[in-house]
């Protein structure tokens, strides 16, 4: 009994070595520490805390996009709405409340709106979600320049520039929120029915809407909560920054589809989690932070970060033949 | 039924077929109609000979890279690299030209970085079966890269005479694309051609009946590349210099235009004539907002509407049927 047992143990253990996300909690343990090896300081825990408060906007933005990608769509307009929440916040920050949550909340209904809004797009007028949301992109582009203009403007929100700043206990409360989100994120992904309707959607949408997975608010749901979690990594970076200005955003699109994929959720949807996103997300910052250490030409800084996700993608990110 | 088809047979099905086809891009063709006589009637200049050698020429580069695209979208694959394609396109030519290899050797170097970066790029995807989306958002990083350290700030040269024969008061560049229109035609004709929305509808049934669906994706990525750096090439010729960032809009106008001319992202759905009106409505649009004295800013918004409508209102007529 207790072989059976052993084995039984063993191919668990197995199971979880073998798991896309453990691959990449891996590669990240395998870079940090050959990575304080090589460079002073690299491995300091000031520095560590710093990558991982990075992390966390991609964190956040790569939430929603999960969401995306596993019910089968993809959502390009993240960066736009990062933008858009970072510019309209300080635009809507009015003096009668003093704690500046009124604000926050009126930008993340404002992000989860236009998320429904790609989620109508692509749920009823049956638009590809890349081109909804590439246009929705341009459209959102163009307003920004609009309210805004070319100018940075500088946020007088007390609770962002807390969220942005201060270290209770110790560590920031970028990460803590991240963590928080986490939480809540893979509750909804692998406990609940919710979660449940995604996958299948994922995998095959046709066979989920003959079981009875209501498609169309589905889609609707997804597509919103990633207008959320890009308006919340919006408010992040706003704090982290101090200033909002057109293109703040930009980075982090790229930043989210990568790291959903590092982290083994396929692009094909239907198949993935969101445990695989976060190392992936850290991943991405630990990439980034090594090129900026070799202080290479912007040139080469872009072949390096190119090559380097290209080369993980060998490791972690090759889709299975499907049949 | 096994009797094959005469020739005589075969020509009288040509046609019908040809027809078949434009079914779904003639509304399409309608509203392009629309826009040109719009642009006409705004700028009565487009009936002479310059004045349509600079249509054609603002439309030309568009053209080719919705070319890029749609041929990539057609056997079921995407390129987010576009843009950095064609902003190396134009940095090798602005600095191969002037220089000791001269206009023949810089159009060849060119040509042949193109079909290079687009047969790796479709090895990869292809071979190594990674998802295309992810390849080229990570070889956009790579290529972009490599046209920065060629030409770290905008400069170099194209020589003047080649300026003006592609983009002076010439119609090479309308020339230029009724050739690549051709050879696209003749291209179809070959195995590999055939090969290529057999292996975008059904790429299993097609490796199954011996078609080489590898090679004739990786030949799209191939042929990608090449339109891709040639309308690198065709920029710098119109600026005269290289730009190390210039392209960065036409991987959004590629698949905008590819999509607007009915080419669908599953593969197999679609016709080249359909992506090449997609972009002349787009180059149209944005020529058409100019005139009516649109901010570059309200092109954006009109442009993100008009792109969702188009798209959008076919759909929903099928779905209300």
Redesign the interface.
């Known amino acids: 009994m207790t072989a059976w047992k052993e084995s039984a143990g063993g191919e668990r253990a197995l199971t979880i070595l073998r798991s896309r996300p453990f691959l990449t909690v891996a590669i990240v343990a395998a870079v940090w520490i050959v990575a304080s090896f090589v460079s002073r300081g690299f491995g300091a825990y000031g520095h560590l805390r710093y990558l991982v408060e990075l992390g966390a906007v991609i964190g956040l933005v790569a939430a929603g996009q999960t969401f995306v990608v596993i019910a089968g769509g993809?959502d390009l307009s993240v960066a736009a709405i990062v933008t858009v929440s970072a510019v309209s916040l300080p635009l809507l920050s009015w003096q009668a409340d003093p704690t500046g949550i009124t604000a926050i909340l009126a930008v993340l209904v404002l992000t989860t709106a236009i998320g429904l809004v790609n989620g109508l797009?692509v749920a009823l007028?049956?638009?590809?979600p890349?081109?909804?949301t590439?246009?929705?992109?341009?459209?959102?582009?163009?307003?920004l320049?609009?309210i805004a203009g070319g100018s940075a403007v500088t946020a007088e929100n007390p609770l962002v520039h807390w969220l942005g700043n201060a270290r209770p206990v110790g560590i920031p409360a970028g990460v803590l929120l991240w963590v928080a989100v986490s939480v809540i994120v893979l509750t909804m992904m692998h406990a609940t029915s919710f979660g449940a309707r995604i996958f299948a959607m994922g995998a095959n949408p046709l066979a989920a809407s003959l079981s009875g997975v209501p498609v169309a608010s589905t889609t609707l749901a997804v597509y919103g909560i990633s207008g959320s979690c890009s308006g919340l990594a919006g408010v992040l970076v706003l704090g982290m920054n101090g200033q909002g200005y057109v293109g703040i955003g930009d980075p982090y699109l790229?930043a989210s589809?990568?790291a959903v994929?590092l982290g083994g959720t396929?692009?094909?949807g239907g198949l993935g989690t969101y445990a695989g996103t976060i190392p992936g997300a850290i991943l991405l910052v630990t990439i980034t932070a090594l090129i900026t250490v070799v202080n290479a030409?912007?040139?080469?800084?872009?072949?390096?970060?190119?090559?380097l996700?290209?080369g993980l993608?060998?490791l972690s990110?090759?889709?299975q033949?499907r049949? | 039924m096994n009797t094959p088809l005469s020739a005589t047979q075969g020509r009288a099905l040509y046609w019908p077929i040809q027809m078949r086809r434009n079914v779904g891009v003639r509304s399409l063709f309608a509203v392009v109609l629309v826009f040109l006589v719009a642009y006409g009637l705004l700028f009565p200049g487009l009936f002479t000979a310059s004045g349509f050698a600079k249509f054609t020429q603002s439309w030309f580069p568009l053209a080719l890279v919705a070319m890029a695209q749609a041929i990539l979208m057609l056997t079921g694959g995407i390129s987010l690299a576009i843009g950095a394609t064609v902003s190396l396109g134009a940095v090798i030519a602005a600095t191969t030209m002037a220089g000791p290899l001269g206009v023949a050797g810089g159009c060849v170097a060119v040509a042949l970085t193109g079909l290079g970066i687009g047969a790796a790029t479709g090895f990869i995807v292809v071979r190594l079966r990674l998802p295309a989306i992810v390849v080229t958002l990570a070889g956009s990083f790579i290529i972009g890269g490599a046209a920065l350290l060629i030409l770290p700030r905008p400069g170099g040269a194209v020589p003047a005479w080649l300026s003006d024969l592609l983009a002076g008061n010439t119609p090479a560049a309308f020339v230029l694309l009724v050739l690549i229109v051709a050879l696209w035609k003749l291209y179809l004709a070959t195995p590999l051609g055939l090969s290529l929305y057999a292996a975008g509808e059904n790429p299993v049934g097609a490796y199954r009946s011996g078609v080489p669906v590898d090679g004739a994706r990786i030949a799209a990525y191939a042929i990608s590349g090449l339109l891709s750096t040639g309308a690198g090439l065709f920029v710098a010729a119109q600026t005269g210099s290289g730009d190390p960032v210039i392209g960065a809009a036409f991987t959004l106008n590629s698949i905008a235009a590819a999509v607007l001319g009915g080419i669908g992202f599953l593969g197999g759905q679609g016709t080249m004539r359909g992506a090449l009106a997609g972009s002349l409505l787009l180059s149209l649009m944005i020529s058409v907002m100019f005139f009516l004295g649109f901010t570059p800013v309200a092109q954006y918004v009109a442009q993100g509407l008009i792109i969702i409508g188009a798209v959008a209102i076919p759909q929903f007529r099928k779905v209300q049927q």
Not at chain 1, 134 to 143: I, K, Y
């Open positions: 993809i797009g007028l049956r638009v590809h890349m081109i909804m590439l246009a929705m992109a341009t459209f959102l582009q163009g307003l320049i609009i790229l589809i990568a994929v396929s692009i094909l030409s912007p040139g080469w800084r872009s072949i390096l970060f190119g090559s996700i290209l993608l060998l990110g090759r889709e033949a049949r």
